[in-house]
């Protein structure tokens, strides 16, 4: 059965130490997969979840240590943000004053009450608020209470020219509906996606682009079922929308095809199989270094060159 929603979401940071201390320590989600960049297995791919690694919880990082800074601008991701249940505000604002982590007041947004931050490499990040979750099981491993947990992610704010032409992607393609409107801002949503079932456009035409760096996000995955909900997707993408998506790339945990959708924003859609259950039993996800069977036979030269994490 397909449930739409967003798969993951891949930045770019810093030091690799920092950034599991960060988000290990101080936000307390689950290393679930500790593996290399594909493309450039120098570095870390780290991902980021609850205790499963479920589809819609993933904040996944490339970090190179010495990484210039990105700049935000229209093109990319404004902000990720977590869901926590609506009690659990007053705890995590006071947490990040106890930890030091740079932080907004509280705000409303769409009736929500909004906790932004940031992360060492300045990536925005934000807590929303959310009645009725509270039963939901969180990961509470790493020392966060667990009425405070974060439960996966609310969703993420794109900053672009116009959002017409990428809300018919989220509607036509992504299972995506538009639900409200506030000034510049238009919320989609996907129907019945239990993480990461929410999509903001800031519409923000004549602004600065973006550039890529350290605290910005890379691209954003929406979900696909399987191959052929996949393959009906990217089938859709290109008779309605005129975009060809990149052929398929095995992730070894999900079977990936890339577009830029007409925002400029690097799009994803993952299959939800085969997970992150393939290589490492529910209690020993993220201890190992996995590498795809490529790079297995230069697995101590790979080892050699990466930093430790503990």
């Known amino acids: 059965m397909q449930i739409n929603g967003i798969h993951h979401v891949t930045a770019i940071a810093g030091p690799a130490r920092r950034n599991l201390d ?4 101080v936000l ?22 609850d205790e499963a690694g479920s589809p819609g919880t ?16 229209v093109g990319e991701t404004q902000e990720t943000a977590f869901r926590v249940p609506e009690g659990a505000i007053g705890y995590w604002a006071h947490r990040f004053v106890e ?4 932080h907004d007041a509280p705000e409303k947004r769409f009736g929500e009450t909004v906790l932004p931050f940031r992360d060492p490499d300045g990536m925005r990040l934000a807590l929303v608020g959310l009645p009725g979750i509270a039963g939901e099981p969180p990961w509470a491993g790493a020392g966060v209470p667990a009425e405070h947990a974060i439960r996966g992610f609310h969703g993420v704010s794109l900053l672009i020219d ?13 299972g995506f509906a538009e639900v409200a409107r506030d000034g510049s ?14 999509v903001d456009l ?24 399987d191959d052929a909900a996949q393959a009906q997707m990217v089938r859709r993408l290109a008779e309605n929308h005129g975009i060809r998506a990149t052929e398929q790339r095995d992730r070894n945990y999900f079977r990936s095809v890339y577009f830029r959708e007409p925002g400029k924003v690097l799009f994803e859609i993952a299959t939800d199989a085969p997970g ?9 996800l993220g201890q190992g270094l996995k590498l795809p069977p490529r790079y297995e036979a230069r697995r101590s030269q790979i080892e050699a060159v990466l930093p430790e994490l503990n």
């Open 22 to 25: 960060f988000y290990g320590r």
């Open 28 to 49: 307390g989600l689950r290393l679930v997969k500790k593996t290399v960049n594909f493309d450039d297995p120098s570095t870390y791919h780290l991902y980021y979840g």
């Open 58 to 73: 993933i904040l996944t990082f490339f970090p190179w240590e010495h990484a210039a800074s990105g700049r935000l601008g």
């Open 99 to 102: 930890l030091g982590v740079v």
């Open 162 to 174: 116009d959002a017409g032409p990428t809300g018919a992607i989220l509607s036509d393609v992504l």
């Open 185 to 198: 801002l238009t919320r989609f949503r996907a129907e019945g996606a239990p993480f990461g079932g929410i």
């Open 202 to 225: 800031r519409a923000a035409g004549g602004f600065l682009p973006a550039r890529q760096g350290a605290g910005s996000v890379h691209h954003i995955a929406f979900r696909a079922a």
């Open 276 to 284: 992150f259950g393939i290589d490492e039993t529910p209690e020993t």
